[in-house]
């Protein structure tokens, strides 16, 4: 059984400070790791020790392996923790890790390699009872044999990229006129994408929940099921807003669909945390993919079980049993997350790069934010643009939801357009109130326009008064008369965002 006293965070940003702060807790010393980019990123400052990895670009810096293990040997480092994206689910990396003596926190390279190719994923779970999505069980590439299973199948169906992820290498066929021309636009988009062109077929079904299942499991042979998240509220095949747990799973159907999990983690030898996908549909459920790593929605899943899935991650990567029984687990309350994007819902959900102008978050009780900003700092154009996630629980799912619109208006960010107020939207929606909303939300009930016109005045009128409001106190003239004397010229009424 190993001791880890280093922990190497091979990531950036919210995970990474995510990572750096239970460590902290453990009495584990840190490292963190940065582009030249993110030199004053706040995960930088959290570390004990951070080294320059090279240049903003990923492939020269969070996707330099070789560099990264480097480092680990120089610094005395027993462990790295991938966290999310970047190298988390690249089964060779991890099995340099484990060659250079290092411990990898996650599953083996095995577990990766098995599960992060979908055709290899359905053949390792085929005979462990685990209900599937009618398909081809193998790579298709001729036109003539596509026709011939889509039509066995039926209309719709959808083209996936054996590698893939993100909705890349993914089309939906409605007929047969299409197919020739979609099968050539999905493996030329899976082979540039992910340097695999294999795909394969699935029946497409329409109106679906997406359902994943929080799994971990130990090195002795014991997996545990974490309850199930809804993560349906997505804008091209990625979430945005996700909960836990979903209010469309009975009891019944939770232990179902949990134990299915477990034998999805059980077919390929799994260990640490990892996240089982699921399609649901009038009562029914089809495995998907696993996800061999932390998800970024695992809060809902520690706010709802009082469980901190990282200790947990770092417990099994030294060896130790898992201590809870899954009776021992239990659902408390209500959580919703809500990813924080730089991108603009009124202009097709657009990266929006910018600089973080304002920057406050909400606070109060029932509210998590995860994020790895401060106000100025610029959100670069290198990555993935979330700012941050935006959690609140509640003692049952409308006070979580009516937290949630509140948070949202205390969250003051201008100098960007983010996602807040499409979020502010769904929530308020009837169709996500009532629970009757599937992964099409956005294309059956919302348009850009739907969206308050007049967010964008009142965010420059904020920054303005914030502006002169910083520099009354810079030249020592501000107090609370002429503040207000200040609110009540520009107009200015009771909050800075809506």
């Not at 880890?4 to 009495?27: C, F, P, Q, S």
């Not at 996707?63 to 790295?80: P, S």
């Not at 009780?365 to 995860?370: A, E, F, K, L, S």
């Amino acid at each position: 059984m190993a001791n880890i006293k280093k922990i190497l965070v091979a990531n950036r940003g919210e995970i990474a400070l995510r990572v750096i702060r239970t460590a902290k807790e453990m009495g584990i010393k840190t490292v963190s790791i940065y582009s030249e980019a993110d030199r004053k990123s706040p995960h930088v400052l959290a570390a004990d020790e951070a080294v320059l990895i090279g240049p903003p670009p990923s492939a020269q810096s969070y996707l330099l392996g070789d560099k990264i293990i480097d480092v680990c040997k120089d610094l005395k480092v027993d462990a790295i923790h991938p966290g999310y994206g970047f190298l988390s689910e690249n089964a060779d990396f991890a099995e340099k890790v484990e060659k250079a003596g290092l411990i990898f926190i996650g599953p083996s390279s095995h577990s990766i390699r098995v599960m992060g190719n979908k055709l290899a994923a359905k053949e390792a779970v085929s005979s462990y009872n685990i209900p599937m999505v009618p398909g081809t069980e193998g790579a298709i590439s001729d036109t003539l044999e596509a026709i011939e299973k889509a039509n066995e199948i039926g209309y719709p169906i959808l083209i996936k990229a054996s590698a893939g992820g993100g909705g890349k290498g993914m089309r939906v066929v409605r007929s047969e006129d299409e197919l020739e021309e979609q099968m050539k636009l999905a493996i030329s988009e899976a082979t540039s994408s992910f340097g695999d062109g294999s795909v394969f077929i699935e029946k497409y079904i329409e109106s679906n929940k997406h359902i994943e299942v929080q799994i971990m499991g130990d090195k002795h042979g014991k997996t545990l099921y974490f309850f199930e998240r809804e993560c349906s509220i997505q804008r091209r095949h990625q979430k945005v807003i996700e909960e836990a747990p979903s209010m469309v799973i009975t009891e019944e159907l939770r232990k179902e669909i949990g134990e299915a999990a477990v034998r999805v983690a059980q077919s390929c030898g799994y260990y640490g945390a990892g996240t089982v996908e699921f399609i649901y549909e009038n009562g029914s459920f089809y495995f998907l993919e696993m996800n061999t790593r932390l998800q970024v929605e695992h809060p809902v899943t520690e706010v709802i079980t009082g469980v901190d899935l990282v200790k947990q991650q770092i417990y099994i990567a030294e060896g130790k049993h898992l201590e809870i029984n899954q009776v021992d687990l239990q659902i408390h309350g209500h959580a919703f997350e809500v990813r924080v994007y730089a991108e603009d819902p009124q202009n097709n959900f657009l990266p929006d790069i910018g600089n973080l102008k304002t920057y406050n978050r909400p606070q109060g009780p029932g509210i998590r934010v995860d994020d790895g900003f401060e106000q100025g700092m610029d959100i670069p154009i290198y990555y993935d643009p979330m700012i941050a996630k935006l959690v609140t629980y509640g003692h049952d799912r409308d006070e979580a939801r009516k937290r949630m619109i509140r948070a949202i208006d205390e969250y003051q960010i201008t100098g960007i357009k983010t996602t807040l107020p499409f979020c502010k939207f769904t929530f308020e929606h009837e169709a996500f109130i009532d629970g009757s909303f599937d992964t099409k939300f956005v294309e059956k009930h919302f348009k850009p326009e739907m969206l308050d016109s007049g967010n964008s005045e009142e965010e420059s009128i904020a920054a303005l008064f914030a502006s002169k409001v910083f520099s009354n106190m810079k030249s020592g003239k501000s107090n609370h008369a002429s503040s207000n004397g200040q609110a009540k010229k520009m107009g200015w009424k009771q909050r800075l965002h809506k």
